[in-house]
């Protein structure tokens, strides 16, 4: 398809366990983003990449937290020993062009619904 | 300490009026500002967009009016309709009139009525 896609959409997981979230941005896109989205709030920021480099990771709410684009296009988003506050909405987004060189959108994935019981 | 807010968590209208969706940002420095649109179990989908050096972007049915001054931001949707029944974000970046880091309002979810 021509649009972001991730996966899984949903992800049930037990407190304390390790899940990987994928994120396949829109072929040639060199900017990606990653969100997070709580209950009744907006997304939040975590994380951006420029091609396979991680310029911006600080809304990551803790070391728990990973991300990788190791090849400048896929991204998985990590989070390890899972605990309930780390149930939200994931959002990846991809943009064309580089962040802060004009303004572009940001299209977005579905997002994958993670709860963590 | 939330830089983008929208104060109106829900908002009814009948079809074929106007719908008015208003933002209310604290930071300065904030330079381009955006409203997405949320189906359920969907991700945003931009909408409409509008650069601080501007007041007014027209898109259609949809416009957003700027008023930097009073930091303030509206999206009017003339005529609504019930397709556009959805939860509406606005978001707002500083970087130099890019999206990088956008910063997100709660959202408000507008239900048009037929």
């Not at chain 1, 304390?16 to 072929?27: E, F």
């Not at chain 1, 989205?37 to 975590?46: I, K, M, S, T, W």
């Not at chain 2, 940002?25 to 967009?49: R, V």
């Amino acid at each position: 398809g021509a649009g972001v896609s991730q996966s899984p959409r949903y992800k049930v997981a037990k407190r304390g366990q390790d899940v990987a979230l994928r994120c396949d941005p829109i072929s040639g896109h060199v900017s990606l983003f990653w969100y997070q989205q709580a209950l009744g709030q907006g997304p939040e920021f975590l994380t951006y990449f420029q091609n396979e480099a991680q310029l911006d990771k600080s809304g990551l709410p803790s070391d728990r937290f990973f991300a990788e684009r190791p090849e400048g296009s896929v991204s998985t988003l990590k989070i390890q020993r899972t605990q309930q506050e780390d149930s939200a909405v994931y959002l990846c987004a991809s943009m064309p062009g580089l962040a802060g060189w004009g303004g572009e959108t940001q299209y977005f994935g579905p997002g994958t619904r993670l709860l963590v019981l | 300490d939330q830089q983008v807010k929208q104060n109106s968590p829900s908002l009814s209208v009948q079809e074929g009026r106007i719908s008015i969706l208003n933002c209310d940002y604290t930071n300065s420095m904030f330079d381009y500002f955006l409203w997405y649109k949320k189906y359920p179990a969907e991700g945003p989908t931009f909408l409409i967009s509008i650069s601080s050096i501007k007041d007014k972007n027209e898109d259609g049915r949809f416009t957003v009016f700027l008023n930097k001054s009073a930091k303030h931001l509206s999206l009017h949707i003339v005529p609504s309709q019930p397709g556009d029944s959805a939860v509406y974000f606005c978001a707002a970046s500083a970087y130099g009139g890019s999206q990088g880091n956008l910063i997100f309002g709660k959202g408000t979810k507008l239900s048009v009525k037929p």
